[in-house]
């Protein structure tokens, strides 16, 4: 049903305001963050590289929330479109923010 499908996409959306997701990221974010410390305006290689492996993160934590809640990557979708296009909610708005920063380099 349209309501099941909604609280299973809702956990998903959860995913990233998840203990385990924060540490993972905040602990990347520790280790990478010296690598940003320019004298200057370059623009490091490795720069690239790291916001690669920060996309594999965000992937990896969807992944495993789409598989523990039952909900195909499809579905996931068809419900971020038509959310969207209605309102946003806190916990929409929390893992855009985390799929901004994993595809917008």
Not at 9 to 38: D, G, I, M, W, Y
Request: overall charge negative; hydrophobic content about 45%.
């Amino acid at each position: 049903s349209i309501v099941e499908e909604s609280h299973r996409v809702k956990n998903v959306l959860a995913c990233v305001q998840q203990p385990e997701f924060q540490r993972t990221v905040s602990c990347f974010v520790a280790t990478h963050c010296p690598s940003f410390v320019v004298k200057s305006k370059e623009h490091r290689h490795e720069w690239f590289a790291l916001h690669v492996d920060y996309g594999h993160i965000f992937e990896a934590c969807l992944e495993q929330a789409l598989l523990i809640f039952g909900t195909s990557d499809v579905e996931f979708a068809a419900f971020l479109e038509r959310q969207m296009c209605t309102v946003e909610t806190p916990e929409l708005k929390s893992f855009l923010d985390a799929l901004v920063f994993a595809e917008d380099y």
